[in-house]
């Protein structure tokens, strides 16, 4: 939790435009009734109208992809299973790709970009679903195989696309599918802020379903788990959680299927354990990932999905290393 | 009443018949066991029972209850099963996998009451695997291991068990000891175990009952006694098989025929 905190005040106090961290914590106290706040007036605008929102998306879209992921390697049982397992990524890409590209004119406006990318995820997610899904009562490979099928054929679309967009237009497309927190507002975090409460408390109350899911579908089903409901539910809550935080911050890997496992080695395989701790752990990684995406390279800022990717993908291989006592 | 009742029971899986036509009543408190060669339809049978695989024609009744009618809670609350090949799940403690047992009474949305806790805490002791309960369940033996899942089995505190080879992979002693624990919780707890069996000695020593199966069909059924002495019993495992009377208990013994070799059978469910 003190890592949180940490993180959170760190995404305030730190920035290209140097604020002491004294004066950005007595203004945040201010803000309480306590004592007086120092900062000019340019500097309060960065703090609350620059910072602050881009600290909070990157809290709850860290906390949504984190706890997603670990809900997702819970129900397939399937410790390489990320958020973008059915297809969201591919749809959300195919979605933001026809707006940035402006794909049948009159959608290059900013907000075309993160509705489209919502639809398209959920788009795909729902054919993934009207393909596997039928099985799911009984299995799950069914449902896997159709999202691999989907985000194919999703993917391939946007490639076409991107083929066929505009030099300016592929370098937005690239800039968005590597995810960035540079266009948060506090709009975009009220946007984003009810799916992924309500989507991470379905996936945390059902924490103590995916530790009898840990024994196998016909287990389960003998121990008195309504299998197929529990899974249509958290699959659900998961997906569209990550669809909405997708929509607003672009695609960003290694998060929701690093922290989850980060979590598994320090404090065991119950899911009761592991998905609110990497609430804490995903919110907190994302929010240091972007301080250190806008300010190692300032004024310019380094794609968040590349940041992620540099710190996750080592971490990634130590775990695939120590794959003896990774354990689902 | 009988705890178990099958009534014209046929099983499909894909477009294969594996079981048809069973009936069968088990009277609460006996110990019925299904033996037959392999692809006898064993396996599907009792996961019918367990409410595992969809019933494709006839009924199965627990308790008088159609299984149909069933919620996954209310049919946990009344038959456990221990699967073959149990799904051990590594980095669980033992005392945390058989509380799995108690999901059916405090739900997933629960935490487990004290109550629960006292059951999986005498079950640990009734199947002497107390001083285990903090470890981690991959590093038990093959027969703690099953002690664990009976016991897990027995913490959902039905009056109903149905158990798919039990003793698979242990060695005689632990499949003797395995036996013997479930025999005592029939006789003492009026506990109904539907079981199969490949060893018919194990089979016929423990059963009250025995119901020979081949090609999903009920071939004989009656006391364990004079299953085991029928030529019938032979006959199915296309083989010849002798009865011994050791120390008042019969053993059944498999002849090897030296002047020809059978191909086995090649279905295994």
Known sequence: ?328 | MSAISLRELSVRVGTRNLVHGVTLDVPEGTWCTVIGPNGAGKTTLVEAVAGLRAIASGDVSLLGESLASLSERSRARRVALVPQHPVVPAGMSVHDYVALGRTAYHGVLRAPRAEDYHVVESVLERVDLTDFRERDVVTLSGGERQRMVLARALAQSTSIMVLDEPTTGLDLRHQMNMLELLRREVDECGLTVLATLHDLTLAGQFADRLVLLDVGEVVLDGPAGEVIRSDELAKRYDMELRVMDVNGSDVVVPVRDTQRVRPARSTDQ
């Open chain 1, 1 to 328: 939790m003190l890592v949180l905190v940490f993180a959170a005040v760190g995404g305030l106090v730190i920035g290209p435009t140097p604020i002491g961290f004294s004066r950005v914590v007595g203004d945040v106290l201010s803000h309480v009734g306590l004592g007086h706040s120092t900062l000019t007036p340019l500097q309060s605008v960065i703090v609350w109208q620059l910072r602050a929102p881009r600290m909070v998306l990157g809290l709850l879209a860290g906390t949504m992809l984190a706890v997603a992921g670990g809900t997702y390697q819970g129900v397939f049982r399937n410790p390489l299973a990320d958020p973008y397992l059915l297809g969201v990524a591919a749809g959300a890409g195919l979605g933001a790709t026809i707006a940035i590209a402006d794909v049948g004119g009159g959608l290059s406006t900013p907000s075309w970009t993160p509705l489209l990318a919502f639809a398209g995820a959920l788009v795909a997610v729902g054919v993934t679903w009207a393909i596997g899904g039928r099985g799911l009562r009984t299995s799950t490979s069914s449902l896997i195989l159709a999202g691999v099928a989907v985000a194919s054929l999703f993917t391939s679309a946007q490639t076409f696309l991107q083929q066929q967009a505009s030099v300016d237009s592929l370098a937005r497309v690239y800039i968005w599918l590597l995810g960035s927190l540079a266009s948060a507002s506090w709009s975009s975090v009220t946007l984003v802020l009810p799916y992924v409460v309500i989507c991470t408390v379905i996936c945390l109350v059902a924490a103590r379903a995916l530790d009898v899911m840990s024994v196998g579908e016909d287990e389960s089903r003998s121990l008195g788990l309504a299998v197929g409901k529990v899974r249509l539910l958290v699959v659900a809550a998961a997906s569209l959680g990550t669809a909405a935080v997708v929509s607003a911050v672009g695609l960003i890997g290694f998060v929701g299927i690093v922290v989850p496992h980060v979590v598994r080695l320090l404090v065991g395989t119950s899911y009761r354990r592991i998905l609110p701790i990497s609430v804490i752990a995903g919110a907190a990684f994302l929010v240091v990932a972007d301080t250190i995406a806008r300010t190692v390279m300032a004024p310019s800022e380094l794609p968040l999905g590349v940041v992620t990717a540099l710190v996750g993908a080592p971490v990634f291989v130590f775990i695939l290393s120590l794959r003896g006592r990774v354990t689902m």
